[in-house]
């Protein structure tokens, strides 16, 4: 249970999920959270692109063999947080304008579409990409 939430907080929702570092985990993790979003009635278009973009990078870019990564969505005080935690930590993500590349262009997305994003380095080997998005006008 995470600390910050307890049972009698009813304003704060979370959903997570351990999926494989694959294209199909991150096909699921697109899947799961706009299931999610959706029954919470929260707008899940934007959401969806941002988990899309950051669990193909997990899968892409942090994968390691026989490990998983996690996907995590609060939503608490208006504001929706997605969580993509993988075990490179070693591997920071970094935004760069597009070439002539087919890739690349995930995290220029993520920026595009979220209020926010960064990266929480640990616990080792471990890192976490984070988007947030204002719920409020």
């Known amino acids: ?34 299931e999610q979003l959706r029954s919470w009635g929260l707008p899940f278009e934007s959401a969806a692109h941002v988990v899309a973009e950051l669990a193909a990078n997990a899968a892409l870019h942090g994968h390691v063999p026989g490990r998983d990564f996690r996907l995590t969505l609060t939503a608490a005080e ?21 070439g002539d590349s087919e890739s690349g262009r995930g995290l220029i997305l993520v920026d595009a579409f979220a209020d926010r994003w960064g990266v929480t380095p640990g616990p080792l080997p471990c890192k976490t990409v984070w988007a947030e998005f204002d719920l409020t006008p």
């Open 78 to 98: 208006g504001i929706l947080r997605i969580e993509v935690t993988d075990t490179r930590g070693d591997r920071l993500p970094v935004s760069r304008q597009p």
């Open 1 to 34: 249970m995470n600390p910050e939430i307890t049972q009698a907080d009813t304003s704060v929702r979370q959903f997570s999920a351990q999926l494989s570092a694959t294209r199909r985990g991150a096909r699921l993790a697109r899947l799961l959270a706009t």
